[in-house]
């Protein structure tokens, strides 16, 4: 079994970690923005580093899980000097495609495997090694990836070279970002014309209109709980950054696309990044972002 470094215990990290430590009894990380994460993994035999370049030198494989591309390459830059010709560096988030392209690019200048592996599913996916990943990789880095990641996904597809996974994660998460905005547009609708949120959902979910991401946003909401989505309004903004650049190279930048994008970035110019995406039907913040009649 190779030497497997993590580094980013976030929401859905922390999750990815355990599983990989569970599966193999072996794993080297680092601390997040706070140690609660990392102190269970040590307890369970995990190796803790100071830095990105420490865990690098330990590791054959050192898998990413990080909130956007910026980050991504401050950490691959942090382990660029140690990083030695054999190792493999696998970026699980959602990252730009330029980005992603010329970090694979360097890596393989230095002998180093790329492979990008942005992932479906959310925090108890995580937990429960239900994740999807769409891997861009070449065929014989996808080879020497797929049982590592299979430690923490349920379903491990390989779209083709670098960058097709990011691709195909832009594709399923413009659908996602599309029926959000959609979903919290409607219902902030129903409110203004009286409609009873309960009611509605109860039928809507038996009908064409029920999804996933109907169920995370208005399932509590309608109960007056507005945080059943994990999901943050700067990460929605972030991704549809990402789809937009992807979609305008491609001449495919449609009213519908530019709509969808707009909305998340005006959601986080109001201040609403933090948020959870379910939030923004508070009435306050969808009076603002949609309007009040």
């Not at 996916?125 to 080879?143: I, M, R």
Request: glycine share 12%.
């Amino acid at each position: 079994m190779e030497r497997i470094g993590f580094i980013g215990l976030g929401a859905m990290g922390a999750g990815m970690a355990r599983n990989i430590l569970a599966a193999t009894g072996a794993l080297h990380t680092m601390a997040h923005r706070d140690r609660g994460a990392i102190d269970g993994l040590l307890q369970d035999g995990a190796v803790e580093h100071e830095n990105a370049a420490a865990l690098a030198r330990a590791c054959d494989v050192v898998i990413l899980c990080l909130p956007n591309s910026d980050v991504v390459e401050r950490v691959v830059g942090e382990m660029m000097p140690v990083l030695r010709p054999g190792q493999a560096v696998i970026d699980t988030g959602t990252s730009a495609l330029p980005s992603t392209l010329r970090l694979s690019e360097m890596l393989e200048d230095r002998g180093v495997a790329f492979a990008e592996s942005p992932l479906t599913g959310g925090t108890q996916q995580a937990e429960a090694a239900q994740l999807g990943a769409l891997v861009g990789a070449s065929s014989e880095n996808f080879a020497r990836i797929e049982p590592i990641l299979s430690l923490c996904c349920s379903t491990v597809q390989h779209f083709g070279p670098v960058g097709a996974g990011a691709k195909a994660k832009f594709v399923n998460n413009y659908m996602v970002m599309g029926i959000a905005a959609l979903v919290a547009e409607a219902f902030h609708a129903a409110a203004e014309a009286g409609i009873d949120w309960s009611k509605l959902y109860d039928v809507v979910t038996r009908g064409s209109a029920s999804s996933g991401v109907l169920d995370r946003i208005i399932g509590n909401a309608k109960d007056g709980d507005f945080r059943g989505y994990v999901f943050s309004v700067e990460n929605a903004a972030k991704d549809m950054r990402y789809i937009a650049e992807m979609l305008d190279g491609m001449g495919r930048t449609t009213p519908l696309s530019a709509a969808v994008h707009d909305l998340f970035q005006r959601a986080e110019a109001q201040g609403h990044g933090a948020l959870r995406l379910s939030e923004l039907l508070r009435p306050e913040i969808r009076a603002e972002l949609f309007g009040k009649g």
